[in-house]
């Protein structure tokens, strides 16, 4: 999903929250806490209309959660419409404004999709709903203990403020009919840019996969990664950083157009891929090499890879706003959306292929046979072959590093 920091805000921007409304009924409302019961809450969402903010940039995705919607319907009269965003940070901004004009009750916004910098901005400024993930049975699924990106929302802790959705981790491909071995290591892709001069590329931050793929070189570079892990005004940011912008220097020159340029996302460098003007592509999503392959826009002996050590990974969550008017349908819809059902729908390659945030082993014999059933990419990973998911940075570390490596390569 996209993600921005929290903008500043706009005489427009406040405008528009004033004047947007939720049609959900005051009497049908809730106020969370943790002596409701499952049948309380599934008793007050009859009825509501939840107006969920989601990214709106893939057809896929928007299918899915029309699919979802529509269950959440039959099963418990909740309607949901999905507000298609582009920017996850002007949702934050609406919230932010609607606070500060005083409208704490009947928002806009029912339930956003969000993870990262935004879900920091909303904790920071009391923006979101009180905890309210415990209250949800099939919360008790979700693999907390060998997901840790499900409770610490980037270094943020989640405190049962959002509900896990998704798991994303960066993923590396290649064609092996052209490459016999992948490198397994930044410091292995250097010498296999050096040995295929012009064949290696990444994107241009800010673009969302390349300010990955730096803070990726980071942590394998680092001295100590451990200060990636604190904010970023408590570190030696010139000492911390000097072995990426070193690594940088040094494998520009041997990449695609000489490092003069960069793509502009994930999307391009699969199209180059694809042509094979170079030999390596990157993604967030295990399952797209295999998802492109069944779509021909890869060919079948494209595959995909991670580092030895380990790739960075985070989760994708929902939220609900502190002013939400239909707090107890959010609830339903969140649940659903962690159901083995609705989990095992989204991570088939054929529907979506975002992997699960639930723990196989809390499954019922049913939910289980759900992933069994599954069909399995050609070019997709197991979950052991994924290998050590390594957590984001501190959210501080995006904005230092983006706004060094515009000031060193941006021309």
Not at 225 to 231: E, G
Not at 232 to 257: A, G, I, Y
Request: hydrophobic share 40%; glycine share 6%.
């Amino acid at each position: 999903m996209k993600k921005t920091a929290l903008s500043i805000l706009s005489a427009s921007a406040l405008t528009l929250a004033l004047a947007a409304c939720s049609d959900s009924p005051d009497s049908k409302d809730i106020e969370i806490s943790q002596e409701l019961t499952w049948d309380e809450i599934v008793d007050k969402a009859k009825g509501q209309k939840v107006y969920f903010n989601a990214w709106g940039g893939s057809e896929t995705i928007n299918d899915y959660i029309s699919w979802a919607a529509e269950r959440v319907k039959e099963d418990y009269g909740v309607e949901v419409e999905q507000v298609k965003v582009t920017e996850t940070g002007n949702v934050v901004s609406r919230i932010l404004a609607e606070k500060t004009a005083g409208r704490n009750e009947d928002g806009s916004v029912d339930l956003v999709w969000i993870n990262g910098e935004n879900f920091k901005a909303m904790k920071e400024n009391e923006l979101l709903a009180q905890p309210y993930t415990q209250l949800l049975p099939n919360y008790e699924l979700v693999d907390t203990e060998g997901k840790p990106t499900t409770v610490f929302d980037f270094t943020t802790p989640v405190d049962n403020m959002e509900a896990p959705w998704g798991m994303a981790q960066l993923v590396f491909m290649f064609d092996s009919a052209k490459v016999p071995q992948a490198p397994g290591s930044i410091t292995e892709l250097m010498k296999f840019a050096a040995d295929n001069p012009g064949r290696v590329t990444y994107p241009a931050p800010p673009s969302f996969h390349g300010t990955t793929f730096i803070k990726q070189a980071l942590l394998e570079l680092a001295d100590d990664a451990s200060a990636l892990y604190q904010p970023v005004d408590e570190s030696d940011f010139e000492m911390v950083s000097k072995p990426l912008w070193d690594f940088l220097d040094q494998l520009h020159p041997t990449m695609w157009r000489g490092g003069e340029a960069f793509t502009q996302g994930a999307d391009e460098m699969k199209q180059l891929l694809n042509d094979g003007e170079i030999l390596i592509s990157l993604s967030f999503n295990p399952n797209d090499a295999s998802n492109a392959i069944a779509n021909q826009e890869l060919p079948d002996t494209v595959r995909t890879y991670v580092h030895n050590s380990g790739t960075i990974g985070n989760t994708h969550f929902v939220a609900i706003p502190y002013n939400s008017s239909a707090k107890a349908g959010a609830m339903v819809f969140s649940n659903f959306l962690m159901s083995a059902e609705a989990q095992a729908r989204k991570a088939n390659p054929e529907v979506w292929g975002d992997p699960t945030v639930l723990a196989y082993n809390k499954l019922d014999s049913k939910g289980k046979a759900l992933f069994d059933d599954l069909p399995i990419g050609v070019a997709t990973l197991s979950a052991d072959a994924l290998g050590t998911v390594l957590r984001e940075p501190h959210t501080s570390w995006v904005a230092a590093l983006e706004n060094e490596w515009q000031k060193r390569y941006l021309k």
